[in-house]
C-alpha cells in the first residue's frame, strides 16, 4: 500500500503535481486546480495540528471508517467525501489561493514539513477517523494527495 513513509511514493507525487498547472481542469469536483493546491496544504496543516478541527460525529465506529478509508482496494470515491469546513477554499475557511507558483511551493513545503515528522510526534486525533498511527497519517497524507491529483489528470 502506498504511502509517504517510502521516499520513492513521495518522489511520485511529487511528479505527480508538476503535471497540475492554473488551467489544469478538474474531472470531478468543483475545485480549480489552484484552490486545490492550497486546499491540499492546508489538509498537510491541519494532519500536523495547526488547523484546528473537532472531532466529527460519525455514524459508525471510528475503527471501521479508519480502515476502509486507509485499506480499502479503491480509490476514494469522486465528489462523495464533502470537504472539511476548515479546509474550504470555497467556504472561505481554507488558504485562498495567491500565486499559482507559490502556492505549489508551498504545497512542496508542507509535503516535505509532514515527511520530516517524527514516528513519536504529538498527533491529534484526525476529525473524522479518530486517533491514528504514524503509518497511517502518512498512508493518509499519500491518498488525500492521490486523490486530488487524479481529480485533474495528474
Not at 478538474?26 to 491540499?40: E, K, V
Not at 517524527?118 to 493518509?140: A, C, E, F, I, V
Request: positive net charge.
Amino acid at each position: 500500500m502506498k504511502s509517504l513513509r517510502n521516499p520513492e511514493q513521495k518522489k511520485e507525487l511529487l511528479l505527480r503535481l508538476q503535471r497540475v498547472g492554473p488551467s489544469s481542469e478538474r474531472l470531478w469536483g468543483s475545485m480549480s486546480s489552484h484552490q486545490m493546491i492550497c486546499h491540499l496544504s492546508d489538509g498537510y496543516r491541519l494532519y500536523m495540528g495547526e488547523i484546528k478541527a473537532p472531532l466529527h460525529p460519525i455514524p459508525i465506529p471510528r475503527w471501521i471508517l479508519r480502515t476502509i478509508t486507509l485499506w480499502a482496494p479503491m480509490p476514494w470515491p469522486r465528489g462523495k467525501i464533502p470537504t472539511l469546513r476548515e479546509l474550504d477554499q470555497k467556504a472561505g475557511s481554507g488558504t485562498k489561493p495567491h500565486e499559482f507558483a507559490k502556492d505549489v511551493q508551498t504545497l512542496r513545503e508542507m509535503l516535505d514539513r509532514f515527511t520530516q515528522l517524527p514516528d513519536n510526534y504529538d498527533w491529534k486525533p484526525h476529525r473524522g477517523l479518530g486517533t491514528l498511527s504514524y503509518s497511517q497519517w502518512m498512508r493518509l497524507g499519500y491518498l488525500h494527495a492521490d486523490h486530488h491529483f487524479r481529480q485533474f489528470g495528474a
